[in-house]
């Protein structure tokens, strides 16, 4: 039975949490939060006592923790928990500036506790059995890659502006996703962006539209287009061709009813945002964390995965700026 | 709080017990089963005790129960849950024989408990997708309803035997569902069946391929298709036309995976069989009986639904032997 | 090169004459209409003569006829044109009498001329894409086969009075596919009906929606489900459940093109009725008569597959007046 | 009616041959091609006669040309042909080398004769319908474009050596759809290649996966993704996100049949090729251009349509050696 500790009693907390405590495996022991009502709310509906982050890393009944706090709390809190010898789990990013993200795996390597970065869609059923089909060799050698990834509607302009940018807070996940499925590092980046849906977004320096090009190696392609409003609803598809054939996952619809009427057939829209989307994906990330930790093996993706799609975000702002392929 | 004790640690016991132990307004309290391993596994999973029926339903404690121990014992049940004065979740069949589930009804009726049969396709949020659409007029006058309801594959003979027949054990899921969507009683029913899966089926003096006619008093018609055979998984569909459009619900499929090969475009497969297809329905099942049980509003499908389909079933039956529709 | 003389001008006699018209291997020699500007106009169109009936039987340079006139016209110009040694495409049905059609054969058979009979669906491209995977072996023995056919809307009533009433004029089509994909005969037959649409399609003796349930002596089961009126267009749907899988043929939409909207996905409608769904049919029968008249083997499907589709048609009706499944 | 002398008696010259033919409005006066044989086998399909060059463009009873003819002779003949006063449809494209092309539409401006450019992808049902979607405000503004290619196989490598290369042969057809639908000019292309189905297409210098982005001045996005090998067929897909929703053409299936197994649920694979796919469209380009003689207003695209497209292929190719974007 692993005793967790969970640093951030919001909305991704709340998923977390809830997960835990569900795991036959798992205890939610502590709830850790800057925000007392918030935190007591989550202890109670877990029956979880409201601790101060200090105690809670004192605590040796303490095996592990959830860092699901806000951004720029995560790298110290890494930090503070491997020098505390838990076991880590760290919602995506580990910090929105690569070299302190770099620094924050020197200190858990140093630590030597498991460390594993919350890209939770790679545990997403109908992206793991695609990856699945993939590594089984279906479809043979990856050539092209397509991932298509649309918010229904841009954030508050006031979480935009500590957001990190697009690059950073949105395509970080197509960037896991792409290193993930291409099996090979890029070797370089070309990116495009722009300011489409509300000038506001530009006022506070971000873009809301952004393609980016991938090439690896050994010569694969890979396409990812962004943007921050998709009226339909949150647009979430992937699409490999291969040398021996194409695997694509589609959106997952409300439902599968359908409405055939003068104006044609009209299908329901795909599930609404990320917490319906994945909902399965977050509870099999900590299904995957508490299993490492009780078969002692490590955790994926880890620390260098977050750091290595940190690099991406950043070497395609970088090509926004410039205007060329970045090499990597 | 709602405290239940359940009837039947088998694998649909399992479920509800399950269902029960996460609602946050109830508490699975007790546990009976003939098989004392498996309602001590089931109970231990759950934090309940395993009782005998008689302490059960002698505790003031128990404020209801959900039957789902096998259909030979579930009409003795429901009687002894309601001179109990519990309320009660019965899975179907109250009983395979009509008079005996309508004895049952008249108990019921007298000890004024409520009663729910667990029809649960009525949840399925697909399905209640389609008929909260139904209902909010998007079709218009219902016409034309056509259910599609196939198996993956038989069941064992020696289920077969006891099953009490395709019509009340298979196709009495789909006359709920047909009497739901309709919005009115069927007045004649006509129905064919075969044995084209194996004899055996026959030798057991029952039928695996079945379709059935229902025509309602305004005129709508209803085409119900059953198989104890699908290769390709568990077929479950439903398809409505009306004067203003129609409205289907598909299969719900593994994943959204596709596969493009030189043989065509390959999709996944249906979800296995009835546990993984209605998973939700089970869950929702029960949350709607803790919900009326709190409010004290009379849970649906009841007592009478589950006798109507049983009328249907048996009237089909006799239309098998007769070679005639049969006036309801 | 075979030259054509056709009967009938009017709307399917214009889709066969561009057919003939546009045919390496055949010829429009002539036009008989007794609407004289509508001949006139489709034998401009096409290079061809306008003839009277006698003319163009008498010539010997006409090989074959085709008759797409009125109903009631079929069988004598069938027993004409035999008698005139022609070969003979007649549009469904020979007659809306069995009897007529009957003894319209046996004239035929004494002349020993090849007469094939308008049922363009076998011709449909998916539909035949169905039946060859079907023959190959591809899902089995046939157990359950589902056809559905739906029109856009109801016909004017006038056309209603002299159609023969549905089974006749409209469900004829699917009991050829029946037989056409059952593989063997049906020997039992149960309808059910009713006026849905238009009250006046009822005081014109007529029903508007139909479902029939067919039996084989093998005991294969067939559900065909028809209506006059289908707001989201022409609906043609085949399938069928076998015993290794499953075969399907769905509906041809206007387009692929989709729009994702707040609304949900909406995609195209099926093409709007026969003329456009089936264009391709009518050329690919005309095709095979062609074809069959060049390698002078017998066309298909040929007079006994019309006779018997209007038997089927004549015991539906009798089961809908008597309640009864009848026997064939 | 417009008499037409067509250049090249090639696959791509019968095709439009028979549309000539076909059209009521057209006559197919003249085939010219070096190969003897096959403009005699065309011609006498169509009762056309065959011609020399300068007889056919010497005879004044001869409107409009269709030159069909290989690559290198198509410069040329546009001049000949505009010197000549015929109209001139041109198969993509005018020349490989931007230089000629626009040498070549200075001579067509100079004797004012109609030039259409077959980009016959702009003409098929599906992309014209979703075009017409766009145009109709649908979606509003258009945000981010997405063009996927995809061949079945690659050419032959003495087809690569003469074609220009991936980008322009192939992607060629995609530039134009892109600037069609963006609805103004790119301002700035940056393209990604690799060779990766057949090291003897590096050898020949050419590319065979390639994917492009394109930048407007409004800040739209666009990418396209070209292969030369997609073993499940021909794939030609477009999706549009707009401001108000989003719009796809998928690709059209050989059939609507699926057949589902243990395996899962096989649906037909795309139409095999361009000859297939592109049939209507092939013949609707016809019809326009015949239109717009008739008409006497100008055909669309045009000869800078064709010098536009032409030039985002050599922007392309540049960029993939500079591994910079290129401003247009």
């Given at each position: 039975m692993i005793s967790f500790c969970q640093f951030g009693a919001g909305r991704i907390g709340a998923i977390h949490a809830g997960n835990i405590a569900r795991?036959?495996?798992?205890?939610?022991a502590a709830i850790v939060d800057v925000d007392r009502p918030a935190a007591e709310s989550l202890a109670s509906r877990h029956a979880a006592v409201v601790r101060t982050q200090a105690s809670a890393l004192a605590?040796?009944?303490?095996?592990a923790v959830v860092i699901a706090s806000s951004t720029n709390t995560h790298a110290d809190l890494v930090e503070a928990a491997a020098r505390a010898g838990k076991a880590i789990f760290c919602e995506k990013?580990?910090?929105?500036?690569r070299r302190r993200a770099e620094a924050c795996l020197a200190v858990v390597a140093e630590c030597g506790v498991p460390l594993m970065v919350g890209f939770n869609r790679r545990f997403d059923p109908h992206f793991a059995r695609l990856e699945g089909q993939l590594r089984d060799g279906r479809?043979?050698?990856?050539e092209l890659l397509s991932i298509t990834s649309r918010d229904p509607s841009p954030p508050p302009i006031a979480y935009v502006r500590v957001s990190g940018g697009l690059f950073r807070d949105m395509m970080i996940h197509d960037f896991d996703m792409a290193r993930w499925l291409l099996g090979e590092e890029p070797v370089e980046i070309f990116a495009a962006a722009s300011v489409l849906t509300d000038p506001a977004i530009g006022d506070a320096a971000d873009v809301d539209s952004a393609v980016v090009t991938l090439r690896t190696g050994s010569g694969a392609l890979c396409q990812i287009s962004n943007s921050r409003r998709a009226v339909y609803g949150y647009d979430q598809r992937i699409e490999i061709l291969g040398s021996k054939g194409a695997l694509r996952a589609d959106n997952v619809l409300l439902s599968t009813v359908a409405f055939a009427g003068a104006e044609g057939i009209v299908s329901d829209k795909p599930l609404p945002f990320f917490l319906e989307r994945y909902a399965e994906a977050y509870r099999l990330e900590i299904d995957h964390f508490v299993d490492t930790l009780t078969r002692s093996t490590p955790p994926a993706p880890g620390g260098s995965d977050g750091v290595r799609a940190l690099v991406l975000a950043d070497a395609a702002l970088q090509s926004v700026q410039t205007g060329r392929a970045i090499a990597l």
């Open positions: 795991h036959p495996g798992a205890r939610l605590d040796p009944a303490i095996d990013p580990l910090d929105l500036d479809i043979g050698r990856v």
